[in-house]
């Protein structure tokens, strides 16, 4: 029963990675800017704006037409081009930019447009055969060196996780806030199987609910973690068998792949629980798998 439980939860974590992971290409726009243009460049498009102050770039917003100037507010000379796919695994597009320098002050904003919009390769072209293959290349060179600033930060994630305190048990939470810093609300629900060595007797329901505030760390391409620091409030399997538990808990949750949908959770509290009786200390640690299975860009 407790082999059984722990593989069921396993299982069930695997079969829905599968499913919101989708393949290593992921829509978005990475963008190549040169020395020689003063940073931070400025994107507009659709009525929105980034900031760019890196001189390389990737998010996972498309980017099909934009007005990009440069630090001193100069209009930017670019090369557009784009990568898309479509197939039974799935579809995406991904633009790029290689920004090579800028309009003299004299320019217009107008004749600027019009170079940009004229140098955007049709994807039937030799031309954007090339500017692709450049791209998707010098994408994957710098992919563990490139900063994403505005990464799925957003979104409802699943866990399944193993603890001495709240058992085996299922964690959803919901992240709201920047790329970088934001809070979150969790809620979690399971059974102490492995802990309940009294044969017969009837599994008591484990949960909590929390509220926390989550610091992101420097991403990558396949790579990213962040610290996750709140209080959680519910009953548990210590001191006593569902007895009331009040923590202060410690996690942090690191994801892999380019779409950073899959990965591991780890993490540890301190506390007071009790049953109608003085409070007692309580401790925790605990450890699993986590799957973002809605995900948006705060962009």
């Known amino acids: 029963m407790k082999k059984r439980s722990i593989i069921i939860l396993l299982s069930f974590l695997l079969a829905c990675s599968g499913l919101f ?21 400025h994107v507009r498009f659709g009525g929105k704006e980034i900031t760019i102050a890196s ?22 000379i670019y090369r557009h081009s784009y990568d898309s796919h479509s197939g039974s695994n799935g579809s995406y597009v991904h633009h790029y930019y290689n920004i090579t ?30 500017g692709s293959a450049m791209g998707k290349a010098a994408m994957q060179m710098q992919a563990m060196e490139r900063v994403y600033e505005d990464y799925h930060a957003g979104g409802f994630s699943l866990a399944a996780t193993v603890s001495p305190t709240w058992g085996e048990n299922l964690e ?69 068998n569902n007895a009331w538990t009040a923590m202060i808990d410690l996690s942090t949750t690191h994801l892999v792949g380019p779409e950073h949908v899959i ?4 993490g540890a509290g301190i506390g007071l629980g009790g049953n109608g009786k003085s409070p007692d200390f309580v401790w925790d640690v605990r450890g699993g798998i986590v799957i973002y299975f809605l995900q948006w860009n705060w962009l």
Request: with cysteine.
């Open 101 to 130: 320098g800028v309009y003299s002050s004299s320019t217009s904003s107008s004749s600027s447009s019009s170079y940009n919009s004229g140098s955007s390769y049709n994807s039937g072209s030799r031309a954007s055969e090339f």
């Open 21 to 41: 992971a989708g393949n290593n290409a992921f829509d978005g726009t990475t963008f190549t800017i040169s020395s020689n243009v003063a940073l931070p460049v």
């Open 263 to 266: 990965g591991l959770i780890a």
């Open 55 to 76: 001189y390389q770039y990737t998010t996972y917003t498309r980017i099909s037409n934009a007005t990009i100037t440069d630090a001193h507010g100069r209009n930017c």
């Open 172 to 240: 959803m939470r919901f992240r709201y806030g920047s790329s970088r810093l934001g809070g979150d609300v969790t809620g979690m629900v399971g059974y102490d199987w492995i802990n309940n060595k009294n044969i017969g007797e009837t599994y008591k329901l484990n949960w909590s609910v929390g509220i926390g505030m989550y610091f992101g760390g420097r991403p990558s391409y396949l790579y990213l973690w962040d610290v996750d620091l709140g209080v959680k409030f519910g009953k548990s399997s210590k001191p006593y």
